[in-house]
């Protein structure tokens, strides 16, 4: 149940982002044929399996809260339908956040052997992709200039990026638990955490559809779009009885 919850609401947050497309005079339709053709690109993030309950969790804590804190920046922009968009959404999110947060605490804190095995695990495997979220680093960012102009971002991707660390990086650290980075260190001067490279190739391959899931995630979409083409029909069928 929780997790049917969590997908109907992420899938409340796209109709969100689709509306918000529609005002600019994109169609629904043109939009869904860009993403099953794979010319639309989505968040890399969606391409990296969960393989257990404790990824579940790491996507709430890690995952959402990224997504938090891109989306709170967004909340600020110059254009109304998106930043409506976004404060709903981050809203919505918080409670993704909350609920993957205190379940790793729980893990961490009661769990046997095996389940904080299996947590260690999946932050080593969420933690990389999750930094990707951001962003590649300002300087090679080709589209932030432009977005900062319009005033669709009010914070750049580095930015953001290392506040996410400054803000996560304690906490998961007193849980005992340890980061895929044996370059994170605490910088006193700047009271920043900093971290080591960034595999930006890996990012660039995922974006451009090699990552792990990338065929498989659409190939699903593609499957529920065809499943789903006898309700479309039917309901255009209907709309042009009730016209005539």
Known sequence: ???????????????????????????????????????????????????????????????????????????????????????????????????GKEMIFNYMRHGTEKQKQMVQDGLNRWWPPTLMMFGPHDDASSNSAVLTRWGIKTKSNDTLRQEFINETVPEVLELGLTFPDPDLR??????????????WDEFWRVVKGDGPMNASRLEARQKAHDDGRWVREALAAYGERVKS
């Open 1 to 99: 149940m929780v997790l049917m919850a969590k997908v109907q609401d992420e899938a409340g947050h796209g109709q969100y982002l689709y509306h918000a497309a529609e005002s600019l005079g994109a169609t629904r339709e043109g939009m869904l044929d860009a993403l099953l053709a794979g010319k639309a690109k989505y968040a890399s993030i969606f391409n990296y399996p969960t393989l257990n309950w404790a990824d579940v969790a790491w996507v709430g804590w890690l995952v959402d809260g990224a997504a938090i804190k891109n989306q709170t920046m967004l909340a600020h922009c110059s254009y109304g339908p998106y930043s409506r968009a976004m404060v709903r959404i981050c809203a919505e999110e918080t409670f993704h956040f909350k609920q």
């Open 186 to 199: 605490h910088d006193e001067a700047s009271g920043n955490w900093l971290i080591g490279a960034i595999d």
